[in-house]
């Protein structure tokens, strides 16, 4: 099947920086592309979808401003958290589709001291 | 609003048992459904879909599922169970629109007793 990179797999940054966490499609590529972010013991929560050449589009009550995504090219987008706190503490997942099928990468554990 | 649920979220079953994971979603027309698997520590795999053809559809593992229509069920199977098997999974559905993005269940945690 189809494999999804996210790059870091975890990282850990203090409160007030910004970090990068970057989604790539290994083996196709892909105009759509999904950010979600999941809670312990809790399902994915979808934040955007990210396209190709285009803005992305934010689910309700995700703030653009904090979580900037960019998706350059059709095998790599960006989910960039700006100014990090405690609060956004989690587990960021990517998903990116192909033939209608979302392929899921393995993750990004982000810790904000 | 359109939604998928599933019900009993803690499973806990012996080894060779059979398994069964219900998933109904709400929505009168056509969508495309999949069951996802999360190993612990791993990333969500697909297990097996269902776009169209024979609603009884064969996926990795042992695994089968079956489309109801009139239910509005997409329930996973698996005839026995191995400690292997421990995982969450996820049921999940797309809707003819919204950029056609999947929809989650609430996902059915299962522990496999040897």
């Known amino acids: 099947g189809a494999v999804v990179s996210q790059h870091p797999s975890w990282v850990i940054c203090k409160s007030g920086t910004s970090v990068k966490i970057e989604c790539r499609s290994l083996?196709?590529?892909?105009?759509?592309m999904f950010w979600y972010r999941q809670f312990p013991k809790q399902s994915l929560m979808l934040m955007a979808t990210?396209?190709?050449?285009?803005?992305?589009?934010?689910e309700q009550g995700v703030e653009k401003d904090k979580f900037l995504i960019n998706h350059a090219s059709l095998t790599l987008s960006t989910l960039t958290v700006t100014s990090a706190h405690p609060e956004d503490s989690s587990f960021y997942i990517c998903?990116?589709?192909?033939?209608?099928?979302?392929?899921f990468g393995p993750g990004t554990r982000l810790l904000v001291l | 609003a359109q939604s998928v649920s599933q019900h009993n979220h803690h499973v806990i079953l012996s080894e060779a048992a059979s398994l069964e994971l219900g998933c109904n979603y709400s929505?009168?027309?056509?969508?495309?459904l999949f069951w996802y698997v999360q190993y612990p520590g791993q990333h969500l795999q697909l297990l097996l879909k269902?776009?169209?053809?024979?609603?009884l559809v064969k996926g990795i593992k042992g695994f089968e599922a079956e489309f109801i229509k009139s239910k509005f069920s997409f329930n996973l199977r698996k005839p026995s169970v191995q400690w292997s098997d421990t995982a969450e999974y996820f049921c999940?559905?797309?809707?003819?629109?919204?950029?056609?993005?999947?929809?989650f269940g609430k996902g059915n945690q299962v522990v496999v007793i040897p």
């Open positions: 998903s990116a589709r192909d033939h209608g099928i979302q392929y």
């Open positions: 083996d196709f590529q892909a105009t759509t």
């Open positions: 990210s396209n190709e050449g285009s803005k992305a589009t934010y």
């Open positions: 929505y009168g027309g056509t969508v495309n």
């Open positions: 269902y776009f169209s053809g024979d609603p």
């Open positions: 999940a559905v797309t809707f003819p629109y919204g950029n056609n993005r999947l929809a």
